[in-house]
């Protein structure tokens, strides 16, 4: 196949053979001057001096004077002329990001050679048009009137006058800005281009070379057009264009666009024959659609192995295109080692890397941390923890920082401070923050050299991770000489959040190059690296309508019409520029494969690209669409089931005692899900521990019992009457002292009868007020039922069963923690506090209550009636003992009753009692029996929270 470059490589070197180190040929992008060059040189037989080659951005900044400026310096100066125009007292913080698209269109304006004033005008009606813009085309006037009239329509008041106001203020900053960064000696790149193009009204260019090709350019600026027309004028450039009659012919066709007016203006010359097919022959195109992004990477071994692998061993040969650069390392990943030799173009991205995650964390705990009471330093645990856990520290003096790790589980501590982190001097180096914005570049740049030389002294060094530092410390260290100047130069405050929007624009634009031969294997390369490229075979990966074309847009104070009406680019221009390059990739190719992702993870996502849609529908070529398609087993993992062994059951009974009988939780536990009772009680599995950031249901449950344990207490033994309640009620300081000690006990796990406490704040505030509502409401709820007795509070009864174990006669432990007993005209009342939802208060079965793996099994229930068991084996209770649940979901019911009842009726253990011990025994006795297996719950929602589900792969 004929390849443009080849053509133009040929071309030149019939023309200059002689001559070619006089002359310059301008290129899109570097990629596209390699590829010359190797074209090129199969024509050359001896020794030579290579043609310059540039891009045109260097063409016409090479003649400028100044160079371009860094961009905050740039935005710092604009801020000091827009305050002085405006009288304006924001700070640079609030104008620095609307600062970046002021700047953004004063390029625009001096890269297309608008005029500022006359943009900047306020018109006041049609005849201003007529005679101020004379020197407009008719569209491009009626493009600014229908502006200013849709204007005149709006109200004058409000966001209008606001517009108006600050629209007569742009010129004269535009104006003034100008003229400060010519005495400061440098500019923006617009401003250098224009000065250049300004020059050659008055002198003559001192030109380098003897003649100028510009090769497979497409959309030009103003600046690039005069400089271009100059060239021409003084007859030094020749223009080679690459196209296809297809889409240049075809006016709809925005591909074209750019083209044909370069065409009119530059034709090539007329001995260049460009060569190009027909762009509807010879060519197998496939559009295949991937249900995820990152699985489009998989349709690439296949393409190379329909397309031959080593066939064509050529450097132009094959190209993998992405249109979503993330999409880099999983396609790497899959091109399989037979394929033979991978360049890749792009280069990996610094902001992808180990090292910029661990930079990321130390910017977020900057971010986030705080000042105690104390003047201390601190940080929520999370932002301390990710750090010490990161891969790259830790290795790092792992036995302490793991013992402090678990420290802070163990405590719960939610704040820490920073100065305790002191195990190494790379993490005192990291934890010691600087307060200044001023000094965080420094502080970067030492941690950077710490893990540098860390990374350079071990054993198994990584040379990647060793370039990486050293790329993100140059770009931080040119941050900082920028972020000094402006500091101390610019007369302006940097807020942390401009600092570290600064601070990832110059990081991102950081990568480190992949080592390899640019000229051989298979290409791995971005969309604007295929300029003036073909291939024989295409992978396109990310055609998605938001990855080609770009849909983004960069922000801008100049609305669309008046844009248009004075020639600046806007989203017709963008998206012509990509239907370009598309159009001109692929007009050579015979394989194309495009793949794009059903996946909707963004807005715009899941759609085939728009020129896909214009293949499909609007050419007459034959385009095969298919689905790739990822074969997977949807098999449920195989079910648990244990058989109870002797082994097992011995460990049970060794354990069981009355310091640690068998508790109503494990019965619960085993009626429910017995593979969960034997991971917990048998084989002891450790639940995780976890900080917990917020209080939960659990933790809010303990909190309460301790609460109203202490609220209570003081009436243990006594008879607490109706008037001793409404004034605990009236006492709000006891109540919210009681509560605060128990939040700090449990949730900041302070330790000491003697702490006040930590005042809440956050959403605890929130939980303390929720809380305070409770407490009040049991108080409230207790006044109907005085005067009563407590008997005791939190105390622990237990007693013991007999039943056969193993063919012998045992006696098991049973017992648990009864939050309330109290004494209520002769009825002794067993009182279980619950925080959670309780389905129902009612039976009708004994039975019913020891069903196993029951979808909603009455646990309050059973556990309230176990707690009437333990109460009248161990006291020998005569009174009647009535279990009861205060459930605090249903506090606020108009008919709250903490009655459980049996057939309708208020139950009284002594009722059930013997009905219910036979099924108990039974109940311990299948615990115990080697029969018994220990299988999966039915019940797959159960499974969500459990600690074990892992192990069992549901969730």
Not at 41 to 55: C, E, L, N, Y
Not at 86 to 113: K, M, P, R, V
Not at 531 to 548: V, Y
Not at 747 to 761: A, I
Request: overall charge neutral; aromatic content about 14%.
């Amino acid at each position: 196949m004929d390849r443009f470059l080849s053509n133009c490589a040929q071309y030149i070197y019939k023309k200059h053979y002689f001559e070619l180190h006089q002359i310059c040929l301008v290129f899109p992008n570097r990629r596209a001057a390699v590829f010359f060059n190797s074209y090129l040189q199969k024509h050359i037989t001896g020794a030579v001096i290579s043609p310059h080659m540039t891009q045109v951005n260097e063409l016409i900044s090479g003649y400028s004077d100044i160079p371009v400026g860094e961009q905050l310096n740039l935005i710092s100066i604009l801020y000091k002329i827009f305050r002085k125009h405006t009288n304006s007292s924001e700070s640079f913080d609030d104008f620095y990001y609307w600062g970046e698209a002021l700047l953004s269109d004063f390029n625009d304006i001096d890269n297309y050679l608008a005029d500022a004033h006359d943009l900047y005008r306020n018109i006041s009606g049609l005849k201003d048009i007529e005679s101020h813009f004379f020197y407009l085309t008719e569209d491009q006037k009626e493009a600014i009137a229908r502006f200013w009239n849709c204007l005149e329509r709006v109200e004058k008041k409000g966001s209008r006058d606001h517009f108006v106001s600050i629209w007569s203020k742009l010129y004269p900053v535009y104006r003034d800005f100008k003229k400060e960064l010519e005495i400061r000696g440098f500019g923006y790149n617009g401003m250098i281009c224009r000065r250049v193009i300004e020059k050659l009204k008055t002198d003559q260019l001192q030109l380098r070379f003897s003649k100028y090709y510009i090769i497979g350019l497409n959309a030009l600026n103003r600046c690039e057009e005069e400089f271009f027309k100059y060239l021409k004028k003084e007859s030094k450039a020749e223009f080679l264009w690459d196209y296809n009659q297809y889409y240049l012919d075809d006016k709809i066709n925005s591909a074209g666009l750019f083209i044909r007016r370069n065409l009119e203006t530059f034709p090539p010359p007329g001995d260049f024959k460009l060569k190009s097919s027909p762009f509807e022959e010879n060519k197998k195109i496939k559009v295949i659609s991937v249900s995820s992004a990152n699985g489009q990477s998989q349709a690439v071994p296949r393409f190379l192995e329909d397309t031959g692998y080593n066939a064509d061993p050529q450097f132009d040969s094959t190209a993998v295109v992405l249109a979503d650069e993330s999409l880099l390392l999983p396609t790497l990943s899959v091109i399989p080692p037979k394929a033979g030799e991978v360049n890749v173009t792009m280069g990996y991205p610094v902001t992808n890397s180990v090292i910029y995650g661990l930079i990321n964390l130390l910017v977020n705990l900057i971010k986030n941390r705080k000042i105690s009471p104390e003047g201390e330093t601190i940080a929520y645990h999370r932002y301390v923890t990710d750090i010490l856990r990161h891969q790259i520290l830790v290795n790092i003096e792992s036995e302490k920082v793991n013992l402090f790790l678990e420290d802070i589980k163990k405590n719960n501590r939610l704040n820490i401070p920073l100065r305790e982190i002191d195990f190494s001097p790379l993490h005192v180096m990291i934890f010691n923050i600087p307060g200044r914005v001023i000094e965080y570049c420094s502080y970067f740049l030492k941690i950077l050299s710490g893990l540098y030389e860390t990374a350079k002294s071990a054993v198994h060094g990584s040379k990647l991770l060793q370039e990486l530092i050293y790329r993100l410390y140059e770009s931080i260290e040119k941050l900082q000489s920028m972020v000094y100047s402006s500091l101390t130069e610019g007369e302006i405050e940097i807020s942390d959040l401009v600092f570290f929007r600064l601070f990832r624009q110059y990081v991102g634009k950081s990568s480190v190059a992949y080592e390899g031969e640019p000229l051989t294997g298979i290409q791995v390369m971005g969309i604007l690296e295929t300029r003036c490229l073909d291939f024989r075979n295409i992978i396109i990966l990310g055609f998605n309508e938001n990855k080609w074309p770009r849909t983004s847009t960069a922000p801008s104070f100049i609305p669309y019409n008046l844009r248009r009406g004075f020639g600046l680019p806007g989203p017709d221009e963008q998206d012509a520029m990509y239907a370009y390059y598309f159009y001109r990739l692929i007009q050579r190719a015979d394989n194309i494969t495009a793949v794009y992702s059903t996946a909707r993870e963004d807005f715009g996502a899941g759609e085939l690209s728009r020129y896909g849609y214009q293949l499909l529908y609007d050419s007459k070529l034959d385009v095969k669409t298919g689905n790739l398609v990822f074969p997977f087993s949807n098999d449920p993992p195989e079910p648990i089931v244990v058989q109870n062994r002797s082994i097992y059951i011995k460990s049970l009974r060794d354990r069981n005692s009355y310091e640690k009988p068998l508790s109503p939780t494990a019965i619960n536990t085993f009626l429910k899900c017995s593979l969960r009772f034997y991971f917990r009680y048998i084989l002891q599995l450790p639940e995780p521990e976890e900080i917990k950031d917020e209080i939960d249901s659990p933790l809010f449950g303990s909190i309460f019992h301790e609460a109203t344990e202490q609220i209570y207490k003081p009436f243990i033994g006594k008879t607490v009457q109706k008037s001793d309640l409404e004034n605990l009620r009236k006492n709000k300081d006891l109540l919210e002292s009681i509560l605060v000690k128990a939040i700090s006990k449990l949730y900041y796990k302070e330790k000491g009868d003697g702490q006040k406490g930590r005042k809440p704040e956050g959403k605890t505030v929130l939980i303390f007020e929720n809380a305070k509502t409770f407490l009040d409401r049991i108080l409230e709820l207790d006044m109907h039922y005085a005067p009563f007795k407590i008997i005791s509070l939190e105390e622990d009864y237990y007693t013991s069963v007999n039943i056969m174990v193993q063919k012998q006669k045992e006696a098991i432990c049973l017992g648990g923690k009864i939050d309330r007993v109290d004494n209520i005209n002769g009825t002794t009342r067993v009182l279980d506090y619950k925080t959670g939802n309780v389905e129902s208060f009612s039976f009708d079965e004994v039975g019913e209550l020891f069903d196993k793996d029951k979808d909603k099994p009455k646990k309050e229930l059973l556990q309230a009636l176990l707690y009437s068991f333990f109460l009248k084996e161990k006291t020998g209770c005569k009174e009647p003992v009535q279990p009861v649940i205060y459930s605090l979901k249903k506090f606020f019911d108009n008919k709250f009753s903490p009655e459980i009842k049996y057939q309708k009726q208020p139950v009284y253990y002594q009722d059930i009692e013997e009905e219910f011990t036979g099924h108990l025994k039974e109940l311990i006795a299948d615990i115990f029996s080697e029969e018994t297996t220990f299988r999966q719950t039915s019940d797959i929602e159960f499974c969500r929270y459990c600690p074990f589900k892992k192990i069992c792969q549901r969730f």
